[in-house]
C-alpha cells in the first residue's frame, strides 16, 4: 500500500468509524468524507449539500476529460493539462469547507493526505486552482436555494386518515423535513414534478389488505415474522446518510471505473438522491397520510410497532423513494445486466447480497412493512416515484459529448 493510501485511510478512519470502506478512487474517497462531514453536522438538507459537493467534483474532473455535459460550470481553459485527481479533490474539500466552515481543521488534514499522493508537478498545481474555481462557482450558483429558509411550521389535523405524531417524537413537536420541498432541487423543473398517485381509500381493498399486513407481520409481538425478516426490518434502519453514503461509495469503488466514470456515476447517485428526497417530502407534506401505528390502534390501542415510527408523514415512503433512485441510476448506467453486490449495516453488522438492483428495492419493500412504519403500498409508490426522478436527472444531465457512450 503506498503512503497516500495508508495517510488517507488513517484520516478516513479518524472521520469515519464505518465497516468495509473501500477506497479505490479519489472521488469516491471524498464521497466518503463528504458523508461523515453531513453526518458530524446533523441537522438539515444533507441529501442537498452531498448532491452540491459532488456536482462541483463533477464539473471540475469533466473540465478536464471533456467526456461529459458540464452540470453549472465548465472550465476547458483551466482544465488544459490539470490533474482530475487533483481537481476532484480541491473541489470537494473548497465545496465542504464552504458547507461546513467549523469542520475546517479535520477536513484540512483529509485533504493534505489526499494531495500527498499525487505527483507535486505543474498538473497537479493546475487541478487544485481548477477544482477551486470549480466549487466557488457551484457554491455561488446554489446560494439562496432555499437549505436556509425559515422551517414551515406543521399543523396537525384530525381524523380518520390524518397524520398525527407517533411515539418516540422529537422534542419540538414537529415533524422532521417539512423545509424540503422548498428547496430547489438539483435537475428536476419543480418538488411536485413527479408528486406521488395518492394512498388509497380506508374502504378501498388495496388499504384493507396493507392494514392488515402491518398489523399482523409488522408488530412488535409478531409470531409470523422469522428471526431473517426481523434482522431485514432492522437492517434498513441505519442513518440514511450514512447507509447510502458508504455502501454505493463502495459500489462505485469496486467497479474500477476510473476518475471521469466514478465521478459521473456518484454525482447521478447524488442528484437522483437529492431530488427524490424533495421530491418524496413534496408528497408526503401534500397527502398528510397516517402512519399504521394510528391507523391500527383506533381499533387495537395495545398494538406497538416492531421498530420506531419516522416523524413524518407515511405515504410515499421515503426508503421505497431513495431505493428507487438507487435502483434506476445503476439500471441506466450499466444497462440491463446482472450487478451482483453487497451492502452491509452497522445496526445488524450483517451484510446483504444482491443480483440486481431490483432485488434491493424489494428488500427495503419489505423491510418497511416488517417493521411496523409503512403500507407495501406506499413503499411502491415511493420507489416508482425514485425511478421517475433518476429518469429525468440521467436524462437531462451529465450526458455524454457528441452522443458516446453512456459511460
Known sequence: MSKYKKALQGCLAALIVLPGIASADIVTDWSMITTQ??????????????AIVHAAMFDAVNSVERRYSPYLVDRPALGRGASAESAAAAAAHKALIGLFPEQATTLDAAYAASLA??????RKSKGILLGEDVATA??????????????PMYTFGTGPGVYQATTPFPPTGQPVNTFLPNIAPMVLNSASQFRAYGPPGLKSVRFTRDIEEVRQWGSLTSTLRTEEQSEIARFH??????????????F????????????RLMTLFAFAQADASIACFDSKYAYSFWRPSTAIQQTDPAWLPFLNTPPHPEYPAAHGCIAGAVAETMEGFFGPQRLKFTFNSTVTGQTHTYDYPEDLVAEIVDARVWGGMHFRNSVHHGAALGRAVARWDAKHALQPRNGGVKH
Open 237 to 250: 434502519t441505519e442513518s440514511p446518510t450514512l447507509f447510502w453514503g458508504r455502501n454505493l461509495s463502495n
Open 37 to 50: 462531514a453531513i453526518v458530524t453536522k446533523g441537522g438539515r438538507a444533507g441529501a442537498v449539500e452531498y
Open 117 to 122: 499522493g499525487l505527483p507535486d508537478d505543474a
Open 252 to 263: 462505485v469503488a469496486s467497479r474500477n471505473l476510473g476518475t471521469a466514470k466514478s465521478a
Open 138 to 151: 457551484t457554491l455561488t450558483a446554489r446560494t439562496g436555494d432555499g437549505r436556509e429558509l425559515p422551517v
